[in-house]
């Protein structure tokens, strides 16, 4: 099966920059989000194809009847209330702002919330507290692990590139992590954010073949971003963040819409029924 997802967040939603990290500042940048949207409703319109939106608590609290438009026709999933990494947080403080997304999202949209995915994919090793908090909020599938190394998160010695049960203090979470192909003995991530941007289509294109074929399962991440070549650069970002930050973003939605031709994607919701979770690999943490 081949998943595709998509961040609900705003242009300015980078996580390693000061200037944007809380929201005391969001409400002043440019609003891009619905034109952004509005372009993913057109290339998966097009393609016929299902997708998990992760979205964002303040996105939904600012922007309601965007998010009720999204659900009204795709599964949607929690990307936390206030874009903050997991271990950033402390353990009450991760719990309040998970609940509370899930709740606004729920009275929101009357779709439930079961699946999340962390901002930055910050959920590691030793983070691994988080999915008690998860389970506790009622999130049954995660899509927060990074099986590489990762600025914010990422778990390099994670695995599978395959849907996986995570074990944890007694906490069985059903997860969808994010594919990888192995060179040279390394995970190497293509299927999404600045990877995808960065990389020739032909490569992707091979890649996702070959993943895909090697475990049933391909996994994407998109956000609104990776696809709006007419969004500002912000001021003061230093040089290496610029690059991955707004490389590629020109080239990116022909080859999202490439990627839908070829390959088949479905939301998170279709793919867990073709599933035999009592077969999956388990990965005790
Ligand atoms: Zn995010």
Redesign the pocket.
């Known amino acids: 099966m081949n998943i595709l997802t998509f ?1 609900i ?1 705003e242009w300015f ?1 980078l ?1 390693d920059f000061d200037a944007t990290r809380t929201e005391s500042e969001w409400g002043k940048y440019e609003v891009r989000i619905y034109e952004n949207v509005d372009r993913i409703f057109r290339i998966l319109d097009e393609s016929n194809t299902k997708a998990t939106f ?1 979205i ?1 608590g303040w996105v939904a609290k600012t922007y309601p009847e965007l998010v009720k438009k999204i659900a009204a026709k795709y599964q949607i999933g929690s ?1 936390t209330m206030n ?1 903050q990494l997991v271990w950033q947080q402390s353990k009450s403080e991760f719990k309040e702002d998970v609940t509370s997304s899930i709740k606004l999202l729920e009275d929101i949209t009357g779709q439930k919330v079961e699946c999340f ?1 962390a ?2 994919f910050s959920v590691r090793e030793k983070d691994a507290w988080a999915y008690e908090i998860l389970s506790e909020a009622g999130i049954k599938y995660d899509c927060s692990v990074f099986p590489a190394a990762h600025a914010h998160g990422g778990m390099p010695s994670y695995p599978k590139a395959a849907p996986c049960v995570i074990e944890y203090k007694g906490v069985r979470m059903k997860e969808f992590p994010v594919s990888f192909t192995t060179v040279a003995g390394k995970h190497i991530i293509f299927s999404g954010g600045g990877y995808f941007r960065l990389l020739p289509y032909s490569l992707i294109e091979r890649w996702s073949r070959e993943t895909s074929l090697n475990n049933g399962y391909l996994l994407g991440y998109i ?1 609104p971003r990776d696809l709006d070549p007419g969004q500002p650069m912000l001021k003061g970002l230093p040089m290496a963040r610029k690059i991955k930050s707004y490389i590629g973003l020109s080239s990116a939605e022909k080859k999202l819409r490439c990627w839908l031709k070829d390959f088949q994607f479905t939301d998170i919701a279709t793919a867990n029924k073709s599933i035999e979770w009592s077969q999956a690999p388990v990965v005790k943490l």
Request: glycine share 8%; aromatic share 8%.
């Open positions: 961040d967040e939603h996580l992760f964002i990307h874009h995915r901002p930055g956000h």
